[in-house]
């Protein structure tokens, strides 16, 4: 079983950057296909962002697109998740988790078989 711990936010101004990790142990990560979600208060959790096992393909919810880039380095087991121009409703604890490179990458919770703890991510305005 893969391990995952995020890391990285904290409390950032409107229009700010913040780069989030997701470090995973076990020897399989190249395996496992990754994504990031995020969760508001009072809300469901919701995709963020997922990378192919490859690195080679990467989806974005169209909140973040542009402003948001997904990245995976297989030789470290982390990904990362960079983070532009933020907004105040970006506001939500983050979450990675990973899915077997078997099947196809998807923007629902269920499609991913294990998760990190999260890591808070606060936009001031």
């Known amino acids: 079983q893969v391990q995952l711990v995020e890391s990285g936010g904290g409390l950032v101004q409107a229009g700010g950057s913040l780069r989030l990790s997701c470090a995973a142990s076990?020897?399989?990560?190249?395996?496992?296909?990754m994504g990031w979600f995020r969760q508001a208060p009072g809300k469901e959790r919701e995709f963020v962002a997922a990378?192919?096992?490859?690195?080679?393909?990467?989806y974005y919810a169209d909140s973040v697109k542009g402003r948001f880039t997904i990245s995976r380095d297989n030789a470290k087991t982390t990904v990362y998740l960079q983070m532009h121009s933020l907004k105040p409703e970006d506001t939500a604890v983050y979450y990675c988790?990973?899915?077997?490179?078997?099947?196809?990458?998807?923007?629902?919770?269920?499609?991913?078989?294990?998760w990190g703890q999260g890591t808070q991510v606060t936009v001031s305005s």
């Open positions: 076990g020897r399989t990560f190249s395996s496992y296909n």
């Open positions: 988790a990973g899915a077997s490179r078997l099947q196809a990458i998807v923007e629902y919770t269920t499609g991913y078989h294990f």
């Open positions: 990378i192919s096992w490859t690195g080679g393909s990467t």
